[in-house]
């Protein structure tokens, strides 16, 4: 298994290029299957989640060619409307197919997602809101079984869960009549492939709204779309930045994708400029605790929690960080810990003091943003090495990123065993 090795206390500069969000191709992957002409994506980042996507849909008998970052899609001659477990279990997100088969075909067969390391994750709002579309839903062997002819509905979300929502508009879109979400998630993620749909013939209004409505059409056709950039890798390059005390520049990047995570780092006293694409960040004066609760988009993301708190370890003062939208997601903080960091747990909040360094050690990925928060706490230690281990969990979402990080000034380097 491949280890991530750094020896930190080096401020990273220079100008590093943002990705295409993950978040977004994978649901836009499976949006593909409503169609039965090709769909072209451009921007799409290579990165194991990816390529699972790419699997699971390959399975089903869809034609997929990957070719630099623009990947094509025909979804033609897809015969098998079932995910199998040996792939849901490695990506939540391949439970994206299941409103897009129910849509099309009129049937799937998808394996239970299970647990995972930042909280059970369970997936009753998806096949409730699948129900009230008219989905007759049955669980047999871990497979959640559902068929029917789906009609509109309003469906009110007991949670704006983003991978419901997602799941119920690529389902709605081939529904008889009139669908309204409420309580909808306004990710931009969600805004992105409810584009990429209208693109494709659908009729869906409001997203990036807690209301979106959309009107069921017949077919769906091609369309060539590109994925928007990835906001969080965005955060986690700013954050690896300042936490070093450098000066980084993040290009292709959208701030306004970012408004409260900028927020936060401007409140630290970190200095911002945007123009356009592009998002400087430095900490000249240093930076100061700040207390950050994690929500659903517009909040502050939890997909940020970590990385954030990473830095956090370091500045003047105690923050307070509370995750509200998952339930185990503090992973990182035992890792930190042992690098020097100075943090009590209490229930769903973190209290973290600021020490003056960390130093390094060998710890070990949980999930894939906790991996980054020691990566970058690996990047500010003043001593010894850090060794990162399970550094799959990385590149599930970040795509070769000792390279990146290398560019950018860091000594970094992947161990290959
Ligand atoms: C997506 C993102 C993930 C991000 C999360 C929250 C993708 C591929 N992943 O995950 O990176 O951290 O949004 O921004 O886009 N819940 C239920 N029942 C459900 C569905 C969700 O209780 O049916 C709960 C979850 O357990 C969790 C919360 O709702 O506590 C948020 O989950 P959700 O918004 O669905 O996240 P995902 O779509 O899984």
Redesign the pocket.
């Known amino acids: 298994m491949d280890r991530i090795l750094i020896r930190g206390g080096r401020p990273l500069h220079g100008t590093v290029y943002v990705r295409g969000a993950?978040?977004a191709a994978?649901?836009l992957m499976a949006a593909a299957l409503l169609s039965g002409e090709p769909c072209v994506l451009h921007n799409v980042p290579c990165l194991h989640?990816v390529f699972t996507m790419d699997k699971i849909l390959s399975g089903m008998g869809m034609r997929i060619d990957f070719t630099g970052r623009s990947m094509t899609l025909d979804a033609s001659g897809v015969g098998s409307q079932e995910a199998p477990y040996d792939l849901v279990r490695k990506m939540?997100?391949s439970f994206?197919v299941l409103g897009p088969l129910l849509g099309r075909f009129g049937k799937a067969r998808v394996s239970l997602p299970g647990g995972c390391a930042i909280?059970?994750?369970?997936?009753?709002?998806?096949?409730k809101g699948l129900e009230a579309l008219g989905a007759c839903i049955t669980i047999e062997e871990g497979y959640v079984v559902a068929e029917g002819r789906l009609k509109g509905a309003d469906i009110a979300l007991?949670?704006?869960?983003?991978?419901?929502t997602?799941n119920l508009l690529m389902a709605a879109c081939r529904a008889k009549g009139v669908t309204r979400l409420t309580n909808a998630?306004r990710?931009p993620?969600i805004v992105d492939l409810a584009e990429f749909l209208n693109e494709l013939g659908a009729q869906i209004s409001g997203a990036g709204t807690d209301l979106i409505t959309v009107v069921g059409v017949d077919a769906l056709g091609g369309a060539e779309h590109a994925v928007i950039p990835d906001r969080?890798e965005t955060g986690t390059f700013l954050l690896a930045g300042v936490a070093t005390h450098g000066d980084v520049t993040v290009q292709n990047a959208s701030a306004e994708h970012l408004t409260s995570f900028l927020q936060k780092l401007h409140e630290t006293g970190v200095e911002i400029e945007i123009a356009g694409q592009r998002i400087r960040a430095r900490a000249t004066n240093g930076f100061k605790s700040v207390d950050i609760t994690t929500q659903?988009?517009p909040g502050f993301?939890?997909?940020l929690q970590a990385q954030t708190m990473a830095m956090l370890c370091v500045a003047e003062g105690a923050s307070v960080i509370r995750e509200t939208?998952?339930?185990n997601r503090f992973m990182q903080v035992a890792e930190l810990a042992r690098m020097g960091a100075d943090i009590d747990l209490d229930g769903n909040a973190a209290i973290v003091r600021g020490v003056k360094s960390l130093s390094g050690a060998p710890v070990m990925a949980s999930d894939?943003?906790a991996s980054a928060a020691l990566v970058l706490a690996g990047l500010v230690a003043e001593k010894g090495e850090t060794a990162v281990a399970r550094v799959y969990h990385i590149d599930r979402g970040y795509e070769r990123i000792e390279e990146r990080l290398s560019a950018l000034g860091a000594d970094i380097q992947r161990v290959r065993h």
């Open positions: 993950k978040n994978l649901p989640d939540r997100a994206f909280g059970t994750r369970p997936v009753d709002i998806h096949l007991d949670f704006p869960s983003v991978g419901a997602e998630a990710e993620e969080i659903p988009f993301p939890t997909d939208v998952f339930e894939l943003r």
